[in-house]
């Protein structure tokens, strides 16, 4: 049994189905993501599990319990993140961590809590005086106060600035080393593979795929992306009936396909055959964008949302690999 099962949860906003179906098991310990394009469904999953919306249809448990008809139970083992609206400004890091730990039968020792998560000479401080690093400091603080067994954190890194988002990321980890597991909602590619165990992807309300990220890059259609500048041009054709082979684009004498491992030899074997060199060969692994962007594009009419859901980078990555695939 999972520390958090959910199976064949469905809800609905107005008639209008945003959750269809989704089922999947977290492991007690895991750090485990939910990724998906805007409007996906995730926020409403998530709260299922805390007990903050009632699924239409389907089953939720946390650590066994119901987390409507247990709500009091489940609150204690289950840690969530607040959002920014939810505290005072003027509260100071110290009111924060002590108001919020009186809401607990066995809260941690907030200054030990505080030292832990780097706060200590932030308790005197108001939240809006705090950065936004400091801030999801204070969160995750929170969302730990009662000692619990699972914590959930939703777009936890949005907006903070790449430094920021990697001490968040460390965070994360030495609190899945401390035996909490980690439900973490994420728009983020980066984030859910350097931290996941696992991920579910979710799409237009359903679930879209589970897997490690690693799993999810390699089974995605283009794993591997080639390009290099041949000495002279090849036959058109030539390189798109390769084994595995996708779309190949040349731009400015530079060709660019994705493929697999087989189809990198294949190229070549096949300029080796031509005694055509290779200029500037790179051979780079997929990434979970791309698994991402694959996995959430099928059968999408006009915008998948992807686009709007993943940052600058995301979206150059966006352009390029659908301008590869024609
Ligand atoms: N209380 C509500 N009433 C009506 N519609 C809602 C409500 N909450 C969410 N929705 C709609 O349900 C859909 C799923 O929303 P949800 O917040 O679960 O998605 P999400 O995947 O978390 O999106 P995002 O990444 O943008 O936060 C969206 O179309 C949203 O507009």
């Known amino acids: ?8 949860v469905a809800k609905s906003y107005g008639g209008r189905r945003v959750v269809d179906g989704v089922t999947f098991t977290v492991e007690e310990g895991e750090i485990f993501g939910v990724l998906g394009p805007n409007g996906a469904g995730k926020t409403t999953t998530v709260e299922c599990v805390e007990g903050l919306r009632v699924p239409d249809a389907g089953r939720v448990r946390v650590a066994g319990l119901d987390p409507v008809a247990d709500h009091d139970r ?9 959002q920014e609206s939810e505290l005072q400004p003027k509260l100071t890091v110290r ?21 832990r998560l780097g706060l200590e000479e932030k308790l005197g401080t108001r939240f809006a005086q705090l950065s936004g690093g400091q801030k999801q400091r204070l969160f995750i603080a ?7 067994r699972v914590v959930v954190l939703d777009e936890l890194t949005t907006g903070l600035d790449p430094r920021a988002r990697r001490d968040t990321w460390q965070l994360i980890e ?44 390699s089974r995605a259609a283009a794993s591997t992306v080639i390009a290099f500048t041949p000495s ?22 530079r060709v660019e396909l994705t493929g697999s491992d087989e189809t ?32 959430t594009r099928a059968d999408a009419t006009g915008s998948t949302g992807s686009t709007s859901s993943t940052s600058d980078t995301d979206r150059t990555s966006h352009t390029s690999r659908t301008e590869a695939r024609g």
């Open 1 to 8: 049994m999972g520390i958090i099962e959910v199976q064949d």
């Open 74 to 82: 489940v609150t204690r083992l289950l840690g969530a993140q607040l």
């Open 95 to 115: 009111e924060a961590l002590e108001l919020y730990a009186a809401f607990h039968a066995r809260p941690a020792d907030p200054l030990a809590l505080a030292e």
């Open 142 to 148: 929170l969302a730990l106060i009662g000692n619990p």
């Open 174 to 217: 030495e609190v899945r080393a401390s035996g909490v597991t980690v439900l973490l909602v994420t728009h983020f590619m980066e984030e859910a593979q350097r931290l996941c165990d696992r991920v579910a992807v979710i799409d237009r309300g359903r679930l879209a795929a589970l897997d490690t990220p690693g799993g999810l890059i």
């Open 232 to 253: 002279r041009p090849l036959e058109d054709g030539e390189l798109s009936t390769l084994p595995d082979a996708g779309p190949v684009r040349v731009t400015a004498g």
């Open 264 to 295: 990198v030899n294949a190229v070549v074997s096949l300029l080796a055959r031509h005694g055509i060199t290779a200029r500037h060969l790179r051979v780079t692994d997929g990434t979970l964008d791309d698994a991402f962007l694959d996995l």
